[in-house]
């Protein structure tokens, strides 16, 4: 057994196998450990209401194993003597992972706040769940952003020049991608402002169409003849936009003509045949019906009212049976309705 204190690079022999049998062997160790703590923390989850278990067993699973790799090595390593340029580098190795493997275990639990709040959403407003799509980007940012930093001054990186530099440089990309920049702050706007949701039907200027998804730069409709339409988020906010899904009633007005040759009484008796006709008919609420003006060619009718609902089928549904009402009580009446004529009075 007297090789075994052979020396190789510094270091026995035995030093160097149980430093390779450690970062071999501890890794499948600690995933064994992982795996069957996560099990019966899966199991415990199931009968508790608590969310804390839940969380831990997401940033359980979360562990990757390359981070129990390197720790392994780490480990192993400290069986043996290694050059101080060695040492440092797997000093820096390790570091950099650890620093990762807290990256993700953040993430982790992002996501699952995330995903809880989306369910949540869903139970109670299906169609604002999407919108924290927006949420998970900044926070993941920040994350990242905060992990990298003290990741450098860990390293002994003066973080201090490099925060004033990224200040500095921060203003010069910002003046570059300055509409970007105003499409995803207006991503959070719209996120928290709410002027509409997914599954809202809206008009911006001439084009319509009910909401997909909002996105960080980009808002997508589909429109009524099938097509997508892709907004900016600057472009949105800075429209007139009309939500026709927030509608709680719609108010109705149509006109219909009959002819000249409409005796006086029957004309009269105009307005209160429309009353009653769309009193007849649920779902809607009569305002006015009037005898409006002369036309060209017929004595125009102007009539209002109210659908208390802002479903655009139901509203033609309800408008369609008006119209054959009307047409079946002028049948009745002898009420002709009118359409563009001429009359050619020729004096000899």
């Given at each position: 057994m007297?090789?075994l204190?052979?020396t190789?690079?510094?270091?026995?022999l035995?030093?160097?196998?149980?430093?390779?049998?450690?970062?071999?062997?501890?890794?499948?160790?600690?995933?064994i450990?992982?795996?069957?703590?996560?099990?019966?923390?899966?199991?415990?989850?199931?009968r508790?209401?608590?969310?804390?278990?839940?969380?831990?067993?997401?940033?359980?699973?979360?562990?990757?194993?390359?981070?129990?790799?390197?720790?392994?090595?780490?480990?192993?390593?400290?069986?043996?003597?290694l050059?101080?340029?060695v040492?440092?580098i797997?000093?820096?190795?390790?570091?950099?992972?650890?620093?990762?493997?807290v990256?993700?275990?953040?993430?982790a639990?992002?996501?699952?706040?995330?995903s809880?709040e989306?369910?949540?959403?869903?139970?109670?407003?299906p169609?604002?769940?999407?919108?924290?799509g927006?949420?998970?980007?900044?926070?993941?940012?920040?994350?990242?952003?905060?992990?990298?930093l003290?990741?450098?001054d860990?390293?002994?990186?003066?973080?201090?020049?490099?925060?004033?530099g990224?200040?500095?440089?921060?203003?010069?990309?910002?003046?570059?991608?300055?509409?970007?920049?105003s499409?995803?702050?207006?991503?959070?706007?719209?996120?928290?402002?709410?002027?509409f949701?997914?599954?809202?039907?809206?008009?911006?200027?001439?084009?319509?169409?009910?909401?997909?998804?909002?996105?960080?730069?980009?808002?997508?409709l589909?429109?009524?003849?099938?097509?997508?339409?892709?907004?900016?988020?600057?472009?949105?906010?800075?429209?007139?936009?009309?939500?026709?899904?927030?509608?709680?009633?719609?108010?109705?007005?149509?006109?219909f003509?009959v002819?000249?040759?409409?005796?006086?009484d029957?004309?009269?008796?105009?307005?209160?045949?429309?009353?009653?006709?769309?009193?007849?008919?649920?779902?809607?609420?009569?305002?006015?019906?009037?005898?409006?003006?002369f036309?060209?060619?017929?004595?125009?009718?102007?009539?209002?009212?109210?659908?208390?609902?802002?479903?655009?089928?139901?509203y033609?549904?309800?408008?369609q049976?008006?119209?054959?009402k009307?047409?079946?009580?002028?049948?009745?009446?002898?009420?002709?309705?009118?359409?563009?004529?001429?009359?050619?009075?020729i004096?000899?």
């Amino acid at each position: 057994m007297n090789f075994l204190y052979s020396t190789y690079y510094g270091n026995p022999l035995w030093g160097w196998l149980l430093a390779a049998v450690i970062t071999i062997v501890l890794p499948f160790i600690l995933r064994i450990i992982i795996s069957f703590v996560s099990r019966r923390l899966a199991a415990i989850a199931q009968r508790t209401k608590t969310d804390i278990d839940d969380a831990i067993l997401a940033v359980f699973r979360d562990t990757k194993y390359l981070s129990l790799l390197i720790l392994s090595l780490y480990i192993g390593l400290q069986f043996v003597v290694l050059p101080e340029t060695v040492s440092r580098i797997v000093q820096i190795v390790v570091l950099i992972i650890v620093f990762l493997q807290v990256g993700f275990w953040g993430n982790a639990l992002i996501s699952f706040w995330i995903s809880r709040e989306v369910q949540k959403k869903k139970a109670e407003d299906p169609a604002s769940a999407s919108a924290y799509g927006v949420i998970t980007f900044f926070a993941r940012l920040v994350l990242w952003l905060v992990v990298i930093l003290l990741a450098l001054d860990n390293l002994n990186i003066e973080i201090t020049p490099l925060i004033t530099g990224l200040g500095i440089g921060g203003i010069a990309i910002a003046l570059a991608v300055q509409n970007i920049l105003s499409d995803v702050f207006n991503s959070v706007s719209i996120v928290l402002d709410k002027p509409f949701e997914v599954g809202d039907f809206i008009i911006v200027g001439d084009f319509l169409g009910t909401v997909e998804s909002i996105g960080v730069k980009t808002t997508r409709l589909r429109s009524l003849s099938g097509e997508q339409l892709i907004f900016a988020n600057s472009d949105l906010i800075n429209s007139r936009v009309k939500n026709y899904k927030r509608m709680k009633e719609r108010r109705i007005v149509f006109s219909f003509g009959v002819v000249y040759q409409t005796p006086a009484d029957k004309a009269e008796a105009i307005p209160a045949m429309v009353k009653e006709i769309i009193e007849s008919i649920d779902k809607i609420r009569f305002d006015r019906a009037h005898f409006q003006k002369f036309g060209d060619s017929a004595l125009i009718f102007e009539v209002v009212y109210y659908v208390a609902s802002g479903d655009y089928n139901l509203y033609m549904d309800i408008q369609q049976e008006i119209n054959l009402k009307l047409c079946r009580k002028f049948e009745t009446e002898k009420i002709e309705f009118a359409y563009p004529t001429q009359t050619l009075y020729i004096q000899k």
